[in-house]
């Protein structure tokens, strides 16, 4: 018996169609499809996605709490006015009026409102702020006192 032309022709085809054909198929199912998951690796990877969360929603909505969501009370502040430089501690936040409560070492308390952008001449006039937000980085705001 003779083999023709086509058998070869058609063992090619077959294989080059074969990788396509299989890239079509559909996802694995954990304990279904013969992929399985321990717990062990299931808990890992929800403790992961539950770190990363809230960072990620941070990232694409940094502003939805406002310019003061960053300060949280019992935070450290240093705050500079002119030439003075005083530590003090923030006791609270109040992002809605964006205004915050700085308790010294004296235990004395003063209410800071969020400066609007001004001039340097108008800033000099105002507190700095200074701390460090939860990813370490340092960021002035200023203030003026409340009245």
């Given at each position: 018996?003779?083999?023709?032309?086509?058998?070869?022709?058609?063992?090619?085809?077959?294989?080059?169609?074969?990788?396509?054909?299989?890239?079509?198929?559909?996802?694995?199912?954990?304990?279904?499809?013969?992929?399985?998951?321990?717990?062990?690796?299931?808990?890992?990877?929800?403790?992961?996605?539950?770190?990363?969360?809230?960072?990620?929603?941070?990232?694409?909505?940094?502003?939805?709490k406002?310019?003061?969501?960053?300060?949280?009370?019992?935070?450290?502040?240093?705050?500079?006015?002119?030439?003075?430089?005083?530590?003090?501690?923030?006791?609270?936040?109040?992002?809605?009026a964006?205004?915050?409560?700085?308790?010294?070492?004296?235990?004395?308390?003063?209410?800071?409102?969020l400066?609007?952008r001004?001039?340097?001449?108008?800033?000099?006039?105002?507190?700095?702020?200074?701390?460090?937000?939860?990813?370490?980085?340092?960021?002035?705001?200023?203030?003026?006192?409340?009245?």
């Amino acid at each position: 018996m003779r083999m023709t032309w086509h058998f070869p022709l058609i063992g090619i085809l077959a294989l080059s169609f074969s990788p396509a054909l299989h890239a079509q198929r559909p996802p694995a199912i954990p304990g279904v499809t013969g992929t399985l998951v321990t717990p062990e690796t299931a808990k890992e990877e929800k403790h992961a996605e539950d770190k990363v969360a809230p960072a990620i929603k941070d990232a694409l909505t940094p502003e939805a709490k406002g310019p003061l969501s960053d300060l949280i009370p019992g935070i450290t502040v240093v705050i500079r006015h002119g030439t003075d430089v005083t530590e003090g501690t923030v006791s609270n936040v109040d992002v809605g009026a964006n205004e915050i409560t700085v308790r010294y070492a004296s235990r004395q308390t003063q209410k800071l409102v969020l400066a609007d952008r001004a001039s340097d001449e108008a800033r000099a006039m105002q507190y700095a702020v200074e701390y460090k937000n939860d990813t370490n980085q340092k960021m002035t705001r200023y203030f003026r006192p409340k009245s």
